[in-house]
């Protein structure tokens, strides 16, 4: 009886990570954002359906992070880093919002298809608005739920525009939520942000692997 619960037990394990490793594929390959319709699509794919081998959304980042590794190598960091240049162009721009990037950019998992995502910060929920405006610069205007904590969910103005041949999204959260970031979609932790200050510690610690990576 042991013997066989153990079986079952890495049989399990085997496959949540095929299936984390064929959704980490789909999300690089496809253009599919969404950790829950990757899940879903590589199970169907798979034809696996206990939800005991459905893997976490962390689980499916870790297998992205690694895909992009082996199969995008150097290409994937140099769009990495001009996104999170452009990023941080963005947040000088917007510097009297309080902005923190967070997102694919952030994280090290953003492909061709991933929109530069920034908080900004205002109990003025038209203040950004109205900072585009004046700066001519075109923004479609979407809403979006974040999580505050576990009880309170927190519908905010999301701004989105295009510049130096990106996406740029602009989320306007209240000023409190600078101290208490939302929670992440993708394990119901507060979510990764950094500042501009954080950033520019970040791309000079991006060059510094880059060098020592090709020495």
Same mark, same amino acid.
């Given at each position: ?15 949540? *990570? ?17 950790? *829950? ?67 694919? /950019? ?11 995502? /920034?908080? /900004?910060?205002?109990?003025? %929920? ?22 505050? &904590? ?21 989320? /306007? ?11 992440? %979609? ?14 520019? &510690?970040?791309?000079?610690? &991006? ?9």
């Amino acid at each position: 009886m042991h013997r066989a619960r153990q079986h079952a037990a890495t049989q399990t394990r085997e496959r949540r *990570h095929r299936l984390a490793h064929e959704a980490a594929r789909l999300m690089a390959e496809g253009g599919i954002r969404d950790y *829950h319709q990757a899940k879903l699509k590589a199970a169907a794919r798979l034809d696996i359906h206990d939800d005991a081998s459905l893997p976490r959304n962390a689980e499916i980042e870790d297998a992205l992070r690694q895909y992009q590794r082996l199969f995008a190598g150097a290409d994937h960091g140099t769009q990495l880093r001009q996104r999170r240049e452009a990023a941080l162009r963005a947040m000088d721009f917007l510097h009297a919002f309080a902005p923190r990037l967070c997102g694919p /950019v952030l994280d090290g998992t953003a492909d061709t298809n991933s929109p530069v995502q /920034v908080q /900004v910060h205002s109990d003025d %929920a038209d203040a950004v608005q109205r900072f585009l405006e004046e700066h001519g610069i075109p923004a479609e205007s979407r809403m979006r739920r974040l999580r505050l &904590d576990r009880e309170r969910n927190l519908d905010v103005p999301v701004w989105v525009f295009s510049a130096e041949d990106l996406t740029f999204d602009i989320a /306007v959260l209240p000023y409190d939520a600078l101290r208490q970031p939302p929670l992440s %979609a993708i394990d119901e932790k507060p979510m990764r942000r950094a500042s501009q200050a954080q950033l520019r &510690d970040l791309l000079s610690q &991006d060059e510094i692997d880059s060098y020592l990576g090709g020495t």
